[in-house]
């Protein structure tokens, strides 16, 4: 299978920048990630399987059959955060998949991401801590800041991303993190850190799909070395009521319907594919095991050049997570613009 691909494996990592190698601009840049079959190689010179399985909003039981159903066929990169209060679920996935021999350790990708309310120095580690004993893992291989949030409506302010960075750092010197990366970050916030990283951010995973492509923010995150990961590529379609977004349904856009029609392939599909045709990692979610397989049925064909372009002239242009709950007046980000810092 594509996503298991050893010739990757046997391909020399590109360099890894430091802070001792400058690149040419002097200006704390990295080494571009590159994409091989299947996985795309880091800035760091790990390889990250391009798909991975969302576990958002999957639970009540639901989450450990999903995370076993998609390893077993083929997955190996599963999306998971503490603030999805799935962490122990996905753990016991994790470990019966590891006692059944189905995978090892090593041959999969684990994500998480840090919450909100635990930026302070002395609260990262406790948060990866907890993160790691719930999925009974010694290491993650990749651990985000989930949002650059740093001041949130009842719950007190948190620090500059500056001093959450720095310990974010020090989990990767104790092995406890492979990679540690961005989520919902503007460029302008990414270009801000290059004053004080150590170790870059590997990985920006932000909302991307046709209804809103951020074409700027990918070629930005590019040219910093910086791969961005898709979430909600098929337009989460079941937060649209929490987020109110129900008009604008995404697998329902007739431009979309026609794409997957001429491609003769699902909806999910075609969404899946345009991410992957993009550069993107793409994480879909789903807690149903017939949908899982065939959203992972997107490697031994092509979507049409013209279908591609299709896809990617969709209109109206809008994001459908605005993080408006995360403004606050006391707080740096008082305005969407503030927090998004007008990215497309
Ligand atoms: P997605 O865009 O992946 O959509 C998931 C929805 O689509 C579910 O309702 C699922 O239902 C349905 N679905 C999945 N496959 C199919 C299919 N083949 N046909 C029809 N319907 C399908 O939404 P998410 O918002 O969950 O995004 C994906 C992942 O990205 C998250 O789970 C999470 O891991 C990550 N994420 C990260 C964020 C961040 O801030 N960093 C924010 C949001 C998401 P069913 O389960 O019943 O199949």
Same mark, same amino acid.
């Given at each position: 299978?594509?996503?298991?691909?050893?010739?990757?494996?046997?391909?020399?990592?590109?360099?890894?920048?430091?802070?001792?190698?400058?690149?040419?601009?002097?200006?704390?840049?990295?080494?571009?990630?590159?994409?091989?079959?299947?996985? $795309?190689?880091?800035?760091? #010179? %790990?390889?990250?399987?391009?798909?991975?399985?969302? !576990? &958002? *909003?999957?639970?009540?039981?639901? @989450?450990?059959?999903?995370?076993?159903?998609?390893?077993?066929?083929?997955?190996?990169?599963?999306?998971?955060?503490?603030?999805?209060?799935?962490?122990?679920?996905?753990?016991?996935?994790?470990?019966?998949?590891?006692?059944?021999?189905?995978?090892?350790?090593?041959?999969?990708?684990?994500?998480?991401?840090?919450?909100?309310?635990?930026?302070?120095?002395?609260?990262?580690?406790?948060?990866?801590?907890?993160?790691?004993?719930?999925?009974?893992?010694?290491?993650?291989?990749?651990?985000?800041?989930?949002?650059? $949030?740093?001041?949130?409506? #009842? %719950?007190?302010?948190?620090?500059?991303?500056?001093? !959450? &960075? *720095?310990?974010?750092?020090?989990? @990767?010197?104790?092995?406890?993190?492979?990679?540690?990366?961005?989520?919902?970050?503007?460029?302008?916030?990414?270009?801000?850190?290059?004053?004080?990283?150590?170790?870059?951010?590997?990985?920006?995973?932000?909302?991307?799909?046709?209804?809103?492509?951020?074409?700027?923010?990918?070629?930005?995150?590019?040219?910093?070395?910086?791969?961005?990961?898709?979430?909600?590529?098929?337009?989460?379609?079941?937060?649209?009521?929490?987020?109110?977004?129900?008009?604008?349904?995404?697998?329902?856009?007739?431009?979309?319907?026609?794409?997957?029609?001429?491609?003769?392939?699902?909806?999910?599909?075609?969404?899946?594919? &345009?991410?992957?045709?993009?550069?993107?990692?793409?994480?879909?979610?789903?807690?149903?095991?017939?949908?899982?397989?065939?959203?992972?049925?997107?490697?031994?064909?092509?979507?049409?050049?013209?279908?591609?372009?299709?896809?990617?002239?969709?209109?109206?242009?809008?994001?459908?997570?605005?993080?408006?709950?995360?403004?606050?007046?006391?707080?740096?980000?008082?305005?969407?613009?503030?927090?998004?810092?007008?990215?497309?």
């Amino acid at each position: 299978a594509w996503l298991e691909d050893d010739t990757a494996a046997t391909q020399d990592p590109p360099p890894v920048a430091t802070t001792q190698d400058p690149p040419p601009d002097g200006g704390g840049g990295v080494a571009v990630a590159e994409m091989e079959r299947g996985v $795309v190689v880091l800035n760091n #010179g %790990e390889k990250m399987p391009l798909l991975g399985l969302g !576990t &958002w *909003k999957s639970s009540d039981g639901s @989450v450990k059959a999903a995370v076993t159903s998609a390893v077993e066929c083929g997955y190996r990169h599963i999306d998971c955060a503490a603030i999805y209060g799935n962490e122990i679920e996905v753990g016991e996935a994790l470990s019966g998949l590891f006692a059944a021999g189905t995978v090892s350790r090593s041959d999969l990708w684990v994500t998480s991401k840090l919450w909100n309310s635990m930026h302070a120095s002395a609260d990262v580690e406790k948060a990866v801590d907890k993160t790691l004993a719930d999925l009974g893992l010694d290491y993650l291989d990749l651990y985000l800041v989930h949002w650059p $949030v740093t001041g949130v409506k #009842g %719950e007190r302010l948190s620090p500059p991303i500056e001093e !959450t &960075w *720095k310990a974010m750092e020090t989990l @990767v010197d104790k092995g406890k993190c492979k990679s540690i990366g961005v989520s919902n970050f503007s460029l302008k916030k990414i270009v801000a850190m290059k004053e004080y990283w150590r170790i870059p951010p590997a990985v920006n995973q932000v909302e991307l799909h046709p209804l809103w492509r951020q074409d700027g923010l990918i070629q930005g995150c590019k040219d910093l070395g910086v791969h961005v990961t898709a979430y909600s590529p098929l337009g989460s379609p079941d937060s649209a009521d929490m987020f109110g977004h129900s008009g604008r349904s995404l697998m329902k856009h007739p431009v979309v319907l026609d794409v997957a029609e001429k491609a003769s392939k699902t909806v999910a599909q075609v969404l899946i594919k &345009w991410a992957l045709d993009r550069g993107t990692s793409v994480l879909p979610k789903s807690s149903n095991p017939d949908r899982i397989r065939a959203n992972f049925d997107v490697q031994d064909w092509c979507l049409d050049p013209d279908l591609f372009a299709k896809l990617s002239a969709v209109e109206p242009q809008s994001r459908m997570l605005h993080g408006e709950f995360w403004l606050n007046p006391s707080g740096p980000y008082k305005t969407l613009a503030d927090l998004w810092d007008d990215d497309d």
